[in-house]
């Protein structure tokens, strides 16, 4: 029932910025945290960013400072704005979700990925 869907991947030159966008639809009753992940190929899937529905957040070492996550509880979104981006931002990125979707009941999910390529 519920589904995350990505948006605002492309393609960057290197210093150049991007917004990405996850959308949770279906029945949700509150959200405890939301996150942005990546996967490199060949590469094990990292932790970018994460915030809490309280609205506390926490990034990974190499992207502090140049990324922001933020969500918006009332429409179930989260977005993470990617600034002055580098080649090895290159990825697949996924939102994942911890939400709350009933009395007693608490599922994560993925989305499907969107790819962000940085050129040099």
């Known amino acids: 029932q519920v589904q995350l869907v990505e948006s605002g991947g492309g393609l960057v030159q290197a210093g150049g910025s991007l917004r990405l966008s996850c959308a949770a639809s279906g029945l949700i009753f509150s959200i405890n945290a939301m996150a942005w992940y990546r996967q490199a190929p060949g590469k094990q899937r990292e932790l970018v960013a994460t915030?809490?529905?309280?609205?506390?957040?926490n990034y990974a070492d190499s992207v502090k400072g140049r990324f922001t996550i933020a969500k918006d509880n009332a429409k179930n979104t989260i977005a993470l704005q990617m600034n002055s981006l580098k080649p090895e931002d290159t990825a697949v990125y996924y939102c994942?979700?911890?939400?709350?979707?009933?009395?007693?009941?608490?599922?994560?999910?993925w989305g499907q990925g969107t790819q962000v390529i940085v050129s040099s």
């Open positions: 915030i809490t529905g309280g609205g506390r957040t």
């Open positions: 994942n979700a911890d939400l709350q979707i009933g009395l007693g009941s608490r599922r994560v999910y």
